[in-house]
Every structure is written in C-alpha cells, then in structure tokens.
C-alpha cells in the first residue's frame, strides 16, 4: 500500500504535463492547417481574378470561398438573373455598372488581396438564394472578413440606384477601400452627330449652286401665313394646334433632359438623349419665338429663328 500511495503523487503531474503537451501540440497543428487553407483560399482569388475581374460563383464555391472560414478579406457578391429567359432588363444595366466598378479596382495601383468581387446567377446558385432567403435580383451585399453580414451590408439599390460611384462609396464605407471609377470612353454620340453634321453638310454641298431658298423670306413668310394669322388679336384654328404640337415638342425636350439627368444607365446613350432633349428644346422654343415675334410686330427678342 505504501508503495502505490507515494507514486500516485509522482505519476500525477506527468500524466498533466503529457495531457497539456498533447493539446498544445494538437492546437498548433490546426493553427497551422488553417493558415494554409487561407493561404489556399486566397492564392486562388487572386488567381480568379487574374483572369477576370468579377468572379462567377455558384453554390459550392459561395459555401467555400466566401461563407466558411478562415477568411481575411472581404468579398461583394451581385445576386442577379442574367438569364435571357428571366428577362430582367435591370439586371443587365446593373450588371454593366458593377463590371466597370470591378475593372476599376482590378487595373488599379491599389489592388491587392483584401476585396474581391464576385456574382451568383440565379440560374447557377439557386441554392444560394434559398440559403440567404433571398427573392429578387439585382442584390449587392458585402461579406467582411469577420463575422457575419450587418444590415448595412446590403446596398440600398431601391434608393440610391446601381450607379458605379454609387457602388465604390458604399465599399468604402464598409471596407475602407477607395476605388476610383474609370469609365471606357464612349463616342457613340460624338459620332452620332458628326453623321447628321456631315449628312447637313453633303445635301447642302451637293445644292451649293441653289441655296437661294435658305435666304428666301418671302418662301418662309408665305408658308407661315398659311396657318399663322399676322395679328396678335385673333388666331386659326390650325394655328392653335401648331403652338400646341410647339408647346408638346418642347416639353418632350425637358423630359428627356431630365432623363439624361437623373437616369443610371450607359452614360453613352445617356449622351444622346441629351443631345435630342436639347435640340428640342432650342429649335423648338426657337421656333414659338419666332411666332409669337411675327404676331406681336415691334417685340425686339428673337433666337436663332427670326
């Protein structure tokens, strides 16, 4: 009894020593299993995006490369529905946006590991959508590096819109991650109006010889006599409807300036529709001037059209 009572002492804090070592020992090693999965994890986003700016996911690779960790940065994730059939005609102006706000980041001098951009296509992910509860598309939200997504998180897209520098703010505001938006250049409407320039300027070329009618007063005089009465005191019916199409003509003008203004499409075909609107609105408003001009004799203001 002797014996077995005074090694029980001895034994006790070896058996402790070797139960600690153990554990130490078993924690290093998932330590170290997990920075080589991140460092897995990261090389390969890095390698995806390498080869295109925004990264295409569906639901296993969501579930590994943004859900689970371990994970240090931060990745924005479109939710859409690209898909001809779905027709979602905003998903595919959104999408534009959030192309040329990824490309901005990726041939930036910032890039660097620490946010990546992604997209999940209904039709590719389904899975995903029923996992986050998620029920219409577009969607942008940011997964941080830590912890689970806030309300914040999610893009206001029914506020603010889907502009790109709508985009690079709410990132900075989550991330702390300045992207400065370039936009490829677009000439459509430059070369839109240099066609009706030259298109103007070859009919008037091909009648060099016969442009009398230009400077022929009395041509435009007789023309506007027709439906236009010369007194302030009375007016033709046909006139009334003229002043109204002016009127409706002008009007058309200002909506689309205003579209150009306030919409959040291709800033191209936003160029073009400011170009209408405009020439609407000057030829047009030109044009009642001259009207009313002709009907009030002595009134002293004209524009473009006399």
Request: charged share 20%.
């Amino acid at each position: 009894m002797a014996s077995v009572s005074s090694g029980f002492p001895f034994n006790l804090p070896v058996a402790s020593l070797l139960l600690i070592l153990l554990l130490c020992l078993h924690s290093g090693g998932g330590q170290k299993k997990k920075e080589n999965m991140l460092v897995e994890k990261v090389d390969q986003m890095m390698e995806w995006s390498s080869r295109r700016s925004v990264i295409r996911m569906n639901g296993d690779k969501f579930r590994r490369f943004v859900k689970a960790p371990p994970r240090n940065y931060s990745v924005i994730v479109m939710f859409t529905a690209l898909q001809p059939q779905r027709q979602c005609s905003v998903c595919r102006q959104a999408n534009e946006e959030y192309q040329v706000l990824a490309n901005s980041w990726r041939y930036s001098s910032a890039f660097c590991n620490k946010l990546f951009f992604t997209v999940v296509d209904y039709d590719e992910g389904a899975d995903v959508f029923q996992q986050l509860n998620m029920n219409s598309a577009p969607t942008f939200m940011h997964f941080p590096a830590k912890g689970k997504p806030k309300r914040a998180d999610t893009f206001d897209l029914q506020r603010i819109g889907f502009a790109s520098e709508q985009l690079a703010k709410w990132i900075a505001d989550r991330t702390d991650v300045q992207i400065r938006v370039f936009r490829p250049p677009n000439y459509s409407g430059t070369i839109a109006l240099a066609l009706l320039v030259s298109l103007v300027g070859g009919l008037l070329y091909l009648r060099r010889n016969n442009l009398e009618f230009i400077y022929n007063k009395t041509g435009w005089a007789m023309a506007a006599l027709s439906y236009i009465h010369g007194s302030s005191q009375a007016q033709f019916v046909a006139e009334s409807h003229i002043i109204l199409l002016l009127n409706a003509a002008i009007t058309m003008g200002m909506v689309l300036l205003n579209e150009a203004a306030t919409s959040k499409g291709d800033v191209g075909k936003r160029r073009i529709i400011c170009l209408v609107g405009l020439g609407l609105v000057v030829f047009f408003f030109s044009f009642l001037l001259s009207i009313f001009r002709s009907k009030y004799h002595g009134y002293p203001y004209s524009f473009l059209i006399k």
